[in-house]
């Protein structure tokens, strides 16, 4: 069948690709004003969350509640270096120690703890932003996967990570920022990242890195690795009698899906200006987690779709029915589990491309029964 | 740091504060039965539990407003046609929610959690447009606000009492319906295999819907309670959520005395540490303790089976 | 929420309620009258773009309506309507009826700034009534300073800033703080202070100002405690038998939210009486608004130190409860934050007619130094720092919910967002 061809792109994928590609590089900068292109922007980070969620929970069947963890560490560490370049000893002069953030003079610190400094170095950021999060999932997954902990056990440990990373955070608010987070961030190398412009590029930088995470999570699906996770999702043990170390694996995608998260809550930083506790939490995680489940846990394209979908309708509705969204999107949660459980790709795959092509090639044989693949 | 004080004050603190992580202990169980009950038993994740609590904690509103209008005399016992109310409506919003998502997931535990997180989105948003945005004031008769002067520093809170009592009482039903009733062998039985269950008769579907009702009106019953000790209001049974899976995975799922063992274990902990340490620290630590031994010990305190 | 939200313009009230607050609100005191449109020419008024027609002017209003914040935001939502509502009902601005559009923050600070955004870039408001958290506020700031709007936040919050973009209405944490200490002091006799609160920014900045003036401006008087709980958290057996074995003469608490009812109902249920005064309760953080979650008998005998109490006696509080409850049911209870967004429209509106303009350059230069003589809280003023001048209260929980005033300060009390000598 076609759908288990082991080309790295298929020709669906690849329109499927070029359709994304074409939406996010072409139609949204066209058509939307800078602040909701921006807004876009902001909703595609999630995205790079929702496609590691595809590869953890669709693909690998590790179900993460504390993906926000990742997302706000990768988040946190950008924050911190573009903290630091913002706080110059002339930007800070009203401080009692100027050329500290501002947070940590408001909470009596005199100087910068030791373990913000490397931050000052643009090049240590970006290798931490990764690093961070992936050593940090790493522990997690090692604990977790070699004891063979999984399913519902594992989600709620994660999610208890999140409390209590959220929690630590706003406690140590002298290190942190607390609540509030890390906040007024305004230059990346001297370069404005608030104007319109900069938000522009941004968008766009973001785009491309959403577009190098995607092809890496298509490498890894299609790859054996893709296929052995499949396999260890629905027979785990038969994996393991075939003599497959799977704990290996699954902290391998575990961990490449923190790295995804992380990307994302770095541009999130990056485009947003600022990062708080909030994204920390339980109930970011788990909505990121219903940005995939819409989009469908299979498909890394649909988790994208599904995230701009949601996102979108949270916005406009919550500017219209500000009352109503929360039931809106309670029902969503129950419908997609109920009714749609491969989301959006589903439809497509089972309801719309089969119509399409029925009208495209109309006289030939009937298609071969389409997989909710991608 | 104890140099300052007398051995008589100092054994009246270490007294109250074992009485303290005694009444954490008690809330701690409270929360957690009905969960036990639905997660241990049946296999379902349910994220709206707080807010199950929570409808408990407006029934209890709704019948002091009740008998505060209509009935002043019979106010100081109100909380126990409350509590019954409370049962039974959580338990019959539970039985409906089972009939309706609950019994068409119980192949894909993960999705029970999904779907349960957007029901507790949608109660949470009915409660604020029935009850408002903002907490509702549960009046408590005045018996129960009251505390028991045992020495000149050592008070007993009333309310902590009833909590226990409470705790000590509602464990001691779930046990005997779990483990001394035809319902719960019949629970246990469909735990330990469905398809055979069946096969001798047991009706599986409406013992199903008789557990995740019982569980949800314990949790009800909870809620009640906690009008006396916290706060009701929409997004309040949120707060509850992350101990109460702790507690329950801690102990291992499926055991209930590995439940009460570990509240048990997580309130003295949460306890002794918030003596000497901040608050949030205290909950830092507890958690992370936790979390650290559920690493090593993934079955919990006491396992029957878990691995996967 | 009985308004629909986010409706564009006046719909949704009931004219009589508007006409009554309106009337009641004597207009003479302090609006110069009769100003018309046609002497305010759009294009002299509004050089910047602002959405200003020849018969309208647009607003934002920026709070909660959904998430936790939302038991909190609500009060300040009503408040702001009211006083648009109000203003409207006395020929609006420079003649022009003012129009809002409400966005929902949903307690989530990105949504703040991603909303303020919107109403500055896309609806082009001449001013945002909003914000509630300091989170929030934080995370709009930037927002407001790059696209160079006025924002009007109400809460009584923790100081360190003092922005160009912002009118802060609610007290800072200096003017808030000392009074009620010095007062507790004075009258009371208190000596030793046990401080508590929820994690955040807020409480800790207002302990440490508190510890500060108590240690150094307040003879022989000492800190015995200072403990911080998680927001939300509701056990606090432990911390109270932290308390009974310190013995403080004062319990300074500045716990928020949830955490309130379970801190004064435990409080309660442990015994101590706080109408025997042993130990005093002594409170930032709890206005008449917390105190319907509380229950009044649960906090009975407990002191607050704010601005303003709904149970002030003065004329012009008379008129604002009137209105308020008219408008939105005479079940309502309005606590210090809410009469502080009230003050929102009204600073405006007459920074507005100060300036002749909706410009936001000239509104903010014409902010200092506008009075409002007709405020509930009686009589406030706007500092060169953006801050309000205002009287500082002692209030006395009753059981009924609502507070004694015991104590108000001689003068107004000076706004000074970085005190000197409490960093």
Known sequence: MKSHSHAFLSPRDMIGFALLAAMIFVVFPLLLEPFRLNLFGKYLTYAFVAVGLVLCWGVGGILSLGQGVFFGLGGYCMAMFLKLEASSPENTAIQSTPGIPDFMDWNQLSALPWWWEPFNSFAFTLIAVIAVPVVFSYIIGVAMFRRRVGGVYFAIITQAIAAILTILIIGQQGFTGGVNGITDLRTLHGWDIRTDAAKTTLYFVNGVLLFAVLLAAQFVRRSKLGRLLIAMRDQEDRVRFSGYDVANFKIFVFCLGAAFAAIGGAMFTLQVGFMSPSFVGIVPSIEMVIFAAVGGRLSILGAVWGTLLVNWAKTSFSESFPELWLLGLGALFIAVVMAFPNGLAGVWAEKIEPRLLKLTRRGDKPLPNATPAE | MFSEYTASELGAIFAMQGFAGLILFS???????????????????????????????????????????????????????????????????????????????????????????????????????????????????????????????????????????????????????MYRSRWGQQVRAINNNRQMADAVGINTALTDRMTFGIGCGVAGVAGSAFTMIGSTGPTAGQQYIVDTFLVVVFGGAGSLLGTIASAFSISQAQSIMEFFLSGSMAKVLTLLTVVGILMLRPQGLFALKLRK | ????????????????????????????????????????????????????????????????????????????????????????????????????????????????????????????????????????????????????????????????????????????????????????????????????????????????????????????????????????????????????????????????????????????????????????????????????????????????????????????????????????????????????????????????????????????????????????????????????????????AKPDGQYEVVYETAE????????????
């Open chain 2, 27 to 177: 809330v701690f169980v409270l929360m957690a039965l009905g969960l036990a009950i639905i997660f241990g038993q049946m296999g379902v994740i349910n994220m709206a539990h707080g807010e199950f609590m929570i409808l408990g904690a407006y029934v209890t509103y709704l019948v002091s407003n009740l008998f505060g209008d209509l009935m002043p005399a019979l106010f100081s016992g109100y909380f126990f046609v409350a509590m019954i109310l409370a049962f039974l409506a959580a338990g019959a919003l539970g039985m409906f929610v089972e009939w309706a998502l609950i019994r068409h997931l119980y192949k894909r535990p993960l999705d029970t959690l999904l779907a349960t997180w957007g029901l507790s989105l949608i109660l949470q948003q009915l409660y604020r447009s029935i009850f408002g945005a903002r907490e509702v004031g549960v009046t408590i008769p005045d018996w129960m606000m009251g505390s028991l002067p045992l020495t000149d520093l050592i008070e007993v809170p009333i309310n902590g009492i009833f909590v226990m009592v409470l705790a000590v009482g509602i464990s001691a039903g779930v046990y005997v319906m």
């Open chain 3, 1 to 396: 929420m009985t308004n629909s939200a986010n409706s564009k313009g006046t719909n949704g009230l009931s004219r009589r309620a508007v006409l009554a607050g309106g009337a009641a609100l004597t207009a003479s005191l302090f609006a110069p009258k009769g100003l018309r449109a046609a002497d305010f020419p759009t294009a002299a008024v509004n050089t910047t773009g602002l959405a200003v027609t020849d018969d309208t002017v647009t607003i934002g209003i920026l709070h909660s309506v959904t998430g936790t914040m939302a038991i909190s935001e609500t009060g300040s939502v009503q408040a702001e309507k009211l006083a648009i509502e109000q203003i409207n009902a006395q020929g609006g601005i420079l003649g022009r009826k003012i129009e809002y559009v409400q966005e929902d923050g949903a307690s989530d600070w990105p949504t703040f700034a991603e909303k303020a955004k919107k109403l500055l870039v896309q609806d082009k408001v001449a001013s945002v009534m909003g914000c509630w958290t300091s989170a929030s506020r934080k995370a709009v700031l930037p927002v407001f300073e790059q696209y160079n709007g006025m924002l009007y936040y109400p809460t009584f919050y923790e100081g360190l800033e003092q922005s160009p973009n912002v009118i802060y209405t609610g007290q800072e944490a200096t003017q808030q703080i000392i009074a009620g200490l010095d007062w507790v002091n004075k009258v009371k006799g208190a000596k030793s202070f046990y401080l508590l609160g929820s994690d955040y920014i807020w409480p800790r900045t207002s302990n440490k100002i508190a510890r500060k003036h108590i240690e150094n401006y307040m003879e022989g008087c000492k800190v015995v405690g200072e403990e911080y709980y998680p927001l939300g958290h509701t056990q606090f057996n432990s911390v109270i038998n932290k308390i009974r074995l310190k013995k403080p003469d004062v319990i300074y608490a500045i716990v928020v939210g949830g955490s309130n009812v379970a801190f004064y109902k435990q409080l309660k249920a442990a015994g101590i009486d706080m109408t025997k005064e042993d130990p005093i309760l002594l409170t930032i953080s709890v206005t008449e608004d917390e105190i319907r979650g509380i229950g009044g008998e649960n906090i009975d005998g407990a002191y607050a130190c704010m601005k303003y109490f709904q149970s002030l006696d003065n004329d012009n509080n008379a008129e604002f409860v009137a209105a308020f409850k008219s408008m939105w049911g005479e079940d309502m209870v309005i606590g210090d934050v809410t009469q502080a967004a009230y003050l929102g429209p009204w600073l405006w509106k007459a920074a507005v007619e100060k300036a002749g303009s909706f410009d936001i350059d000239k509104v903010r230069e014409a902010s200092p130094g506008i009075e409002l003589p007709t405020a509930p809280e009686g009589y406030v003023k706007v500092h060169e720092n953006h801050h309000l001048w205002s009287k500082t209260r002692v209030g006395l």
């Open chain 3, 412 to 423: 107004l009390v000076e706004p000074d967002p970085f005190p000197e000598g409490y960093q």
